[in-house]
């Protein structure tokens, strides 16, 4: 376990924001953390490795970012694995172990920032797959009271990006493992977008030549936090009525849709940012990535203040000329 009193929270989000928290607590093991929650100054944060949040100020209260970093096979079958991850697991390398492994059902979801506990609490989702659909467990401690509570994938709440970890229990439970439900036989995904295309270009649809052109398209199009702070997709995908959809088409005709279920049509915050004249704009020290338009970025120093200023100014603008309001995937913390 490691306690950080009063420390800068620049390297754990990666928007890059230079805010503080009072503590940092990185716990290794579901008994450490229970034997020091009590301890512990409220409000408590549990994060992962801050891919999808935004500082808006210091945080006065304790953070809790996980370190388990196990990795355990629970059952194998003829046709499939269950896995046990630890929820300190960097994402990106549990899917490249179940690439190495010959595990089916993670590879759309390769190169994707944060780590394993905050994907099944996201509900994280890439290229027509969703974590919703590779997990079967998700173990957590109560930080009320420490105690463990297992949800089974049917007890999380599950959506587009959302689950009950982040509603009706926002940050009352810490995440320790993630129990995934993974094939062993080849199951291939490529209906979305141009994912089929350039599989194709690399050779035959294994798990290598896939998880490969996800990298590939996400490289083309996405920022490295590392190098340029950004969370990703800041808003997400709006789900309109067909009606509306309807209305909006005949008067843009090229904006593009995948239909939603029950009448309803999602449409790519992207293309709507974008075709109302937001990409490469700046404001300030934040601005829209200029080769995807979901993607707010930290061009220097911004502050979560920036992000959210210049956050405001598109959702305004889109609810303008769109009539949809926009919401952020994002969490403003
Ligand atoms: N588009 C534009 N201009 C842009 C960006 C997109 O016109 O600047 C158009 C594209 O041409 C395309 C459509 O919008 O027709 C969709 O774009 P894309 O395939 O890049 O996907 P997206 O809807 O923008 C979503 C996820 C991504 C995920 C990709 C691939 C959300 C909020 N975002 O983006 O997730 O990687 O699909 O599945 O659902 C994330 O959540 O952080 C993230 C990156």
Known sequence: MRITEHSRLKDFNTFGIDAHADCIVEWSSVQELQAILPELDRPILPIGQGSNLLFMNDFHGTILKSAIQSVDILHKSDDHVLVRAGSGVIWDDFVSLAVMK??????????????????????????????????????????????????????????????????ELNHQYAVSHVIFDLGLKPAPKLGYGALEQEVMRLGEPTLNNISSAVRNIRDSKLPDPAILGNAGSFFMNPVIPSSQYESLKSKYPDI?????????????????????????RALGPAAVYERQALVLVNTGGATGQDIKALADAIIADVREKYSITLSTEVNYI
Not at 131 to 149: H, M
Not at 275 to 280: E, I, Q, Y
């Open 102 to 167: 010959g595990w089916w059902g993670v590879e759309n979801l390769t190169a994707i920032p944060g780590q394993v506990g905050a994907a099944a609490v996201q509900n994280i989702g890439a290229y027509g797959v969703e974590a919703k659909d590779v997990i079967e467990t998700v173990q957590t401690v109560c930080l009320a009271d420490g105690s463990t509570r297992d949800f089974n994938v049917s007890e999380c709440g599950y959506a587009y990006r959302q689950s009950i970890f982040k509603k």
């Open 256 to 280: 593009p849709s995948y239909t939603a279920g029950n009448d309803m049509v999602k449409v790519p915050a992207g293309w709507l940012i974008d075709h109302a004249g937001w990409k490469g």
